[in-house]
């Protein structure tokens, strides 16, 4: 808690004899709190009345600034990290329940179709016991997601995005290989760390990594780059929320279900997904993947658009007449896999 400041300030007229008297006063609360509070529960905290990077996610320290080396043995941790002035979390073991910043779907977790990623500042909620885990978060946002995706040039950068008002840190870069024959469908993506392997300049929207992407692989396939931020949208605020949870049905066989919902007034969306996994034999799985999606989304000449004119394939208006009662699309995906590992 800082003290409150006060100036005075004099300033006198002498043909009048009056004095007059300017005050300016500013006043911030500040804390921060870590501990046990009862058993095996952990709680942090933070508070800050005047908090300065209400536009930036996850405050990191980019480690090139300040000193360029920290120490031998050093390791930089994070905590109470949210761009709203408050943040709480409570843990006990794997469970946890917090409000600040994070991700909706955690990198190191397995992406799966239905899958629903977002940088947002809100509540999350973990448990996790034994053969039954789950996840469920919420947040109310004016902010929208971008995702742009260019083909690597061979050069380390710089990278331009489409939109220059991305917040700070709200980044995240795969590097993605297609199939040259079926560009759909993606060999393989790998995730970008910030600081590590590349910078992201938000005013200027150019991004410059560490190592040059290249253009193709070793197979000739496609490199591109996979850039997903947030921009502030300046309209009204909506919520984000969503679901996911495993169950683990017998030694081997796991399902998992994922919900997010989107209620976005321009482009409201849901996503939906569900995942069998099984480990039939040794060094053998099958897993079996859905999802379903629906939004209000138009086709408009081959372009997506939320804009529902008579030019959106989906609106059923007369043509030259704007479209009356818009169909929401959707779609359905479904993926099988068999992988074998041995000698």
Same mark, same amino acid.
């Given at each position: 808690?800082?003290?409150?400041k006060?100036?005075?300030?004099?300033?006198?007229?002498?043909t009048?004899?009056?004095?007059?008297?300017y005050?300016?006063?500013?006043?911030?609360?500040?804390?921060?709190?870590?501990?046990?509070?009862?058993?095996?529960?952990?709680v942090?905290?933070?508070y800050?009345?005047?908090?300065?990077?209400?536009?930036?996610?996850?405050?990191?320290?980019?480690?090139?600034?300040?000193?360029?080396?920290?120490?031998?043995t050093?390791?930089?941790?994070?905590?109470?990290?949210?761009?709203?002035?408050?943040y709480?979390?409570?843990?006990?073991?794997?469970?946890?329940?917090?409000?600040?910043?994070?991700?909706?779907?955690?990198?190191?977790?397995?992406?799966?179709?239905?899958?629903? @990623?977002?940088?947002?500042? /809100?509540?999350?909620?973990? +448990?996790?016991?034994?053969? &039954?885990? $789950?996840?469920?978060?919420? #947040?109310?946002?004016?902010?929208?997601?971008?995702?742009?995706?260019?083909?690597?040039?061979?050069?380390?950068?710089?990278?331009?995005?489409?939109?220059?008002?991305?917040?700070?840190n709200s980044?995240?870069?795969?590097?993605?290989v297609r199939?040259?024959?079926?560009?759909?469908?993606?060999?393989?993506?790998?995730?970008?760390?910030?600081?590590?392997?590349?910078?992201?300049?938000?005013?200027?929207?150019?991004?410059?990594?560490?190592?040059p992407?290249p253009?193709?692989?070793?197979?000739?396939?496609p490199?591109?780059i996979?850039? @997903?931020?947030?921009?502030? /949208?300046?309209?009204?605020? +909506?919520?984000?929320?969503? &679901?996911? $949870?495993?169950?683990?049905? #017998?030694?081997?066989?796991?399902?998992?279900?994922?919900?997010?919902?989107?209620?976005?007034?321009?482009?409201?969306?849901?996503?939906?997904?569900?995942?069998?996994?099984?480990?039939?034999?040794?060094?053998?799985?099958?897993?079996?993947?859905?999802?379903?999606?629906?939004?209000?989304?138009?086709?408009?000449?081959?372009?997506?658009?939320?804009?529902?004119?008579?030019?959106?394939g989906?609106?059923?208006g007369?043509?030259?007449?704007?479209?009356?009662?818009?169909?929401?699309?959707?779609?359905?995906?479904?993926?099988?896999?068999?992988s074998?590992?041995?000698?």
């Open positions: 808690m800082s003290p409150a006060l100036d005075n300030f004099h300033d006198w007229d002498d009048h004899q009056s004095g007059v008297i005050q300016n006063s500013a006043r911030r609360a500040a804390a921060f709190v870590k501990g046990t509070l009862i058993q095996d529960y952990v942090t905290g933070s800050d009345s005047q908090k300065i990077n209400r536009e930036k996610f996850f405050s990191d320290i980019n480690p090139n600034d300040y000193y360029p080396i920290y120490g031998d050093s390791v930089v941790h994070y905590d109470a990290r949210s761009t709203s002035k408050l709480a979390r409570v843990d006990q073991g794997k469970n946890y329940f917090m409000f600040g910043d994070y991700l909706s779907h955690e990198a190191s977790s397995p992406m799966r179709l239905g899958s629903y @990623s977002r940088t947002l500042n /809100g509540i999350r909620a973990h +448990y996790d016991h034994g053969s &039954v885990a $789950g996840t469920a978060f919420a #947040a109310k946002t004016s902010r929208t997601t971008m995702v742009d995706e260019q083909p690597g040039l061979g050069l380390s950068g710089p990278y331009a995005v489409s939109r220059l008002n991305a917040l700070t980044e995240q870069i795969n590097i993605v199939d040259r024959y079926q560009p759909a469908l993606v060999v393989s993506s790998k995730p970008m760390t910030r600081h590590v392997d590349y910078e992201f300049e938000p005013f200027s929207g150019r991004i410059l990594f560490r190592e992407v253009s193709i692989d070793e197979n000739l396939n490199v591109s996979r850039v @997903s931020y947030e921009v502030e /949208g300046g309209g009204p605020k +909506y919520w984000v929320a969503g &679901v996911d $949870g495993e169950v683990t049905l #017998a030694p081997g066989m796991v399902v998992s279900g994922r919900y997010a919902k989107d209620e976005n007034p321009l482009t409201d969306k849901t996503l939906a997904g569900a995942t069998a996994e099984w480990k039939v034999g040794e060094g053998t799985r099958l897993m079996l993947d859905l999802a379903h999606s629906s939004g209000s989304e138009f086709l408009s000449n081959g372009a997506f658009t939320t804009q529902p004119t008579y030019l959106a989906r609106g059923g007369a043509q030259g007449s704007p479209s009356l009662l818009p169909e929401n699309p959707s779609g359905n995906a479904y993926r099988a896999e068999v074998h590992q041995s000698e």
